[in-house]
């Protein structure tokens, strides 16, 4: 093995991708990790940080660049954590994220399946229709650099609305105005925590404050606050007030306080019109948002005879467009707030067969279990952590013939492949979705059904 060192200055080939999108080269069988390279070219790279069987390193010139090497074309890239393929093409973007989620679910989940299919996105820039911008002294409002809490001031980012740096404007504006100060996250000290801007389809934005005081008390001049949003924002419905006093990296409290207009917006999705609040989980990209949902009720291959169980449904966006399809759907989520939207949206929505609990996943699949409910379709939507091994355990427990499992982070879903196996379901076959371009991230819609074994339990 070579003895790479600190600071040495090599010559080397990338030859494939990290799950996070930097290059990999292989010198003297030692994996060198190397932020910004692209597959297939030569670089001259200073060896960072040495550990036993790896190590990291930056380019210093790129010599013989890959042909898929593009123009990030972002003055905040790569400093920003936010993106990390910028420098590659879209082309090559989705051949690393497929192989990915291959990789994934072969060497971790045991599938022995190909992803043969990613959807990638026509859009790849200004598609985010959510934005949750850190606050700290200066002020700066932008985005953390990679590995790390300190913030990057960034007044427009390229994958997101226009509005939002608008409104960033104007927050900065009123703090200079107001003297309301940043947050100070290691002393917890200081007033505006996060500025979160939701947007829609039809250009409507709501904006929400973060702070570190009660929701109840009054912000230095809260009209100013509004009508600095109101007059940057022509489209904003609204401007919402969340508390969080907890040192804590969970972004939103759990109290909100509407300062003018509306505490929700209204999108539309796959033809059904869905009403957000500030907390409720919705997709970030609506147009491959519809592409996922398609590929998963078309897994689900249901005929409308189906009882249907949504397990970390949210505000019951893919309960509704199954439930155009299905006989009955049972959605679960332990948001209290989206449980609630939820049911308003099936009701705005004239959808009759959809009803919607409030809890945990694992208490409410074991609830329906001790009811005799056995549905035909489970579909599960869990965070990136994915499942815990309780709701494997009940939802095989329950025997549905098809198990669809929407997943954000590959790694997660191969391990929970791989519980599920043990439990007689096999993934059958899985599909991709670009739903975050320029970024590390992918989607992935994965159908497991009962084994031949599993059938006999």
Known sequence: MSELKKNQIISAVCDGYSSDGMGVAHVGGMAVFVSGAVAGERCEIRILKVLKNL???????????????????????????????????????????RQKVEDALRRVGGADISVDIIHGAIQ?????????????????????RGRSHDV????????????????????????????????????????????????????????????????????????????????????????VLSENTQKTN??????YRTLWGSPTLDETLCGLTFRLSVPSFFQVNRDQCQVLYRRALDFAALTGEETVLDLYCGIGTISLCAAKRAKRVIGAEIVPEAVEDARRNAEVNHIENAAFFCGDAADTALMLARQGIRPDVVIVDPPRRGLAPEVI???????????????????????????????????????????????QHVETVCLLAKSPAGKGR
């Open 393 to 439: 355990q009940t939802v095989a427990e329950m025997s549905p013939e098809r198990l669809v499992y929407v997943s954000c982070d590959p790694a997660t879903l191969a391990r929970d492949v791989k519980l599920f196996s043990a439990q007689g379901y096999q993934a059958v076959k899985a599909e991709a979705v670009d739903m975050f371009p320029r970024t």
């Open 152 to 239: 990057i001031d960034v007044p427009d980012c390229r994958l997101e609305p226009e509005c939002v740096g608008q409104a960033r404007s104007a927050v900065l504006d009123w703090m200079a105005a107001s003297g309301a100060e940043a947050y100070d996250e290691r002393a917890h000290r200081g007033l505006v925590r996060h500025l979160y801007v939701r947007t829609n389809s039809a250009g409507q934005a709501l904006v929400c404050l973060v702070v570190n005081a009660p929701a109840e008390r009054a912000l230095p001049d809260e009209a100013g606050l509004v009508g600095r949003i109101r007059e940057a924002l022509p489209g904003c419905t609204g401007v």
């Open 55 to 97: 190590a990291f390193a930056r380019i210093e010139r790129v010599p013989e660049p890959s042909p898929e090497r593009v123009d990030p074309g972002c003055p905040h890239y790569p400093a920003c954590g936010g993106c990390a393929a910028r420098h590659m093409s879209c082309a090559e973007e989705l051949r690393f994220k």
């Open 250 to 255: 969970v972004i939103l409290g759990g109290v």
């Open 124 to 144: 790849t820039e200004r598609y985010r229709n959510k934005a949750q911008l850190p606050v700290s002294a200066g002020p700066r409002i932008g985005f953390y």
